[in-house]
């Protein structure tokens, strides 16, 4: 964000997104640990996140407050996010694999990482994304409308302010459903292969990849939603077969 480097302390700004302008607020006390302050809003005026930056992350902050105002919701209160941090990390587009078993913090934080920075979220909806060179963007979300798609989608929108450029396409498969009674496939169009030998039973060996771009693709086996991945990648001029970014 251009002049925050130019506010004098307490000085005010106010800086526009889509949703409507964003109020800021500069800190600058005599020790030199200066840092700004913003309260995104909800549709209907309440607070729905404080946001706490440094000097590190002045460069960001536009677009850090222009996602965090996109994705507020239509209303706010006082209470902590409806969403389990573990559920946000399953959720989120910008990880490495969407694996359970996600390890806890005793705080019950859960982070995750991709190449140059990574992310952690708290169950009363304190957020900080972090790269590698020491760069943090933080928030408090607040109210009970911020759920885990919307907690995930904030992380997200750090995680590829300050990431790596190859970690912008985070690439992944879907494991084939396998073996499923006929009847449950009925009016779906992405099971193939062979009828079992038991009556009724038939094979799913379709897979879906997706970006954490938003791209997706459903192939008819695993091994071809991999290449499906790599191509992608490729064309997005990022290293593409055997890439750590591609899951098993």
Same mark, same amino acid.
Request: aromatic share 8%; net charge positive; glycine share 10%.
């Given at each position: 964000?251009?002049?925050?480097?130019?506010?004098?302390d307490?000085?005010e700004?106010?800086y526009?997104?889509p949703?409507?302008?964003?109020?800021v607020?500069?800190?600058?006390?005599?020790?030199g640990r200066?840092?700004?302050?913003?309260?995104v809003r909800?549709?209907t005026g309440?607070?729905?996140?404080?946001?706490?930056?440094?000097?590190?992350?002045?460069?960001?902050?536009?677009?850090?407050?222009s996602?965090?105002?996109?994705?507020?919701?239509?209303a706010a209160?006082h209470?902590?996010p409806?969403m389990?941090?573990?559920?946000?990390?399953?959720?989120?587009?910008?990880t490495?694999?969407?694996a359970?078993?996600?390890p806890?913090?005793?705080d019950?934080s859960?982070? #995750?990482s %991709?190449?140059?920075? *990574?992310?952690?979220v708290?169950?009363d909806?304190r957020?900080?994304?972090t790269?590698?060179a020491? %760069?943090?963007l933080?928030?408090?979300?607040?109210? *009970?409308?911020?759920?885990?798609?919307?907690?995930a989608a904030v992380a997200?929108?750090?995680l590829?302010?300050?990431?790596?450029?190859?970690?912008?396409?985070?690439t992944?498969?879907?494991?084939?459903?396998?073996?499923?009674?006929?009847?449950?496939?009925w009016?779906s169009?992405?099971?193939?292969?062979p009828?079992?030998?038991?009556?009724? #039973?038939?094979?799913d060996s379709?897979?879906?990849a997706?970006?954490s771009?938003? #791209?997706?693709a459903? %192939?008819p086996?695993?091994g071809g939603?991999r290449r499906?991945?790599e191509?992608?990648?490729?064309e997005?001029?990022?290293p593409?077969?055997?890439?750590v970014?591609?899951?098993?």
């Open positions: 964000m251009p002049g925050l480097t130019l506010l004098a307490r000085e700004t106010d526009p997104t949703r409507g302008p964003v109020r607020r500069k800190y600058a006390r005599t020790s200066e840092f700004v302050r913003a309260a909800a549709g309440e607070r729905a996140a404080l946001v706490t930056l440094r000097p590190a992350a002045y460069p960001y902050a536009g677009a850090w407050l996602a965090l105002a996109a994705l507020a919701p239509a209160d209470r902590n409806d389990a941090p573990a559920s946000v990390r399953v959720v989120a587009r910008m490495r694999t969407h359970n078993g996600v806890r913090q005793s019950g859960v982070g #995750w %991709v190449p140059g920075a *990574s992310a952690r708290w169950p909806g957020l900080t994304v790269s590698d020491g %760069v943090e933080s928030a408090r979300l607040e109210g *009970s409308q911020w759920n885990t798609w919307a907690v997200d929108a750090g590829r302010l300050l990431c790596a450029p190859e970690a912008r396409h985070v992944r498969t879907s494991e084939p459903r396998g073996w499923s009674r006929a009847a449950d496939n009016g169009q992405a099971w193939a292969g009828v079992g030998r038991k009556s009724g #039973w038939q094979y379709s897979s879906v997706a970006c771009c938003g #791209w997706r459903t %192939v086996s695993r939603a499906a991945a191509k992608h990648r490729e997005a001029g990022l593409g077969a055997g890439d970014l591609t899951t098993p």
